[in-house]
């Protein structure tokens, strides 16, 4: 089985395409997979989009470091109810934001919420639970352990080997097509697709 682990920052267009790139590897490897999706917060990751093209609506450190919290808060309380809840909450957030421009508030993460079809009662409650903030910590916890300091980043594990494993920063289809071609990589005999052609076309 393969442990996978996508650290990414709470909105951005890299790291949106980060996540479309790593689904479509999880749903069409052969090997079963752990996936998690992890939102990274530090002074580093704010300061960069702060100072980016794409941000066009903060102008102030605290205030985008707080949404960008809140983000991360509701799509932990998304993903208590389930991961493809929560993995559905977060595509749509980022594209709202991302895309749209839409600056983040609660009565946006609200609305996001019943599109996702979650049940709102037990989202309004989680959201901002200790439960939710103590999930973050954990997360934050784990990418020091793994020695992550760049948003997007991939860290994959093959449980059924030696249980080998890779960093992958600035993670993206190129260098995933690398990992699972290089024969020199300690993961690319762990990969393999029955259909790679149709169902993978960026592995082949």
Known sequence: MLDVYLFVTPWGEQCMQ?????????????QKVSFQII???????VQNYLHS??????????ELSEDMYHVILDYKAALFQCKRHGRNFLKLIQKEITTKNIRYSKNLGTKIGQIANLDMEMF??????QL????FKADQQTASEMNVLV???AVIFNDDGDDCGILVEDF??????????????????SISF????????HVL
Do not use: G, W
């Open 172 to 189: 993206n289809d190129s260098i995933l097509q690398q990992i699972c071609q290089d024969t020199e990589c300690p993961l690319a005999d």
């Open 53 to 62: 093209e794409a941000n066009t609506s903060y102008q102030s450190y605290n």
């Open 124 to 129: 309004e409650a989680d959201r901002r639970s």
């Open 132 to 135: 939710a903030q103590d999930s």
């Open 194 to 201: 029955s259909h790679a052609s149709i169902a993978f076309p």
């Open 151 to 153: 948003s997007p980043s």
């Open 39 to 45: 939102p990274m917060l530090n002074m580093q990751i």
């Open 18 to 30: 980060s996540e479309k790139v790593m689904m479509d590897f999880v749903h069409n490897v052969d």
